[in-house]
């Protein structure tokens, strides 16, 4: 029996699609997810959630604010979140990711993103299911 709940992850992705995917892809590996479309809807469910969340998982391109400004505010605000960001039309110039923070390419697979999970998340954040796939590898 486990007794921990499954921790949240925040998904932030203008295309609802892609957002749906991204979390089915994030609730296989035991997440729980809160979404929004925007970076402003992004820090109000941080503001009342980053207690419970340990992972950001951004697109880059959307309105307002972009995932880059996104991930620095993250970063400085709630230092125990762990963030990706992901684009299929732009790359992170140096100093535009918080320190920590990992870049993936769109499209990506999900064997890809679990990897970076395995990575930046500390093994006490990471959801049974995940803990367990880097148990077996």
């Known amino acids: 029996m486990e ?6 992850t925040l998904i932030v992705d203008d295309d609802a699609l892609l957002r749906m995917d991204i979390a089915e892809l994030l609730d296989n ?4 997810t809160l979404e929004a479309a ?8 941080l ?20 995932g880059f400004a996104l991930a620095r505010e993250t970063a400085r605000c ?3 979140i762990a963030i990706v960001v992901a684009s299929g039309n732009v790359k992170p110039a140096p100093g535009e990711l918080p ?3 990992h ?12 990897g970076h999970l ?11 299911p995940l803990k367990r796939m880097s148990e077996a590898n």
């Open 3 to 8: 007794s921990d709940p499954a921790p949240y």
């Open 29 to 32: 590996v035991g997440f729980r």
């Open 38 to 45: 925007n970076s402003g809807e992004a820090i109000e469910l």
């Open 47 to 66: 503001k009342q959630h980053h207690a419970d969340i340990v992972l950001l998982f951004t697109d880059v391109q959307m309105p307002g604010k972009n």
């Open 78 to 80: 709630w230092t125990h």
């Open 99 to 101: 320190e920590g923070a």
């Open 103 to 114: 870049f993936i390419a769109k499209p990506f697979s999900a064997d890809t993103v679990h």
């Open 118 to 128: 395995q990575e930046i998340l500390p093994d006490g954040q990471k959801p049974a």
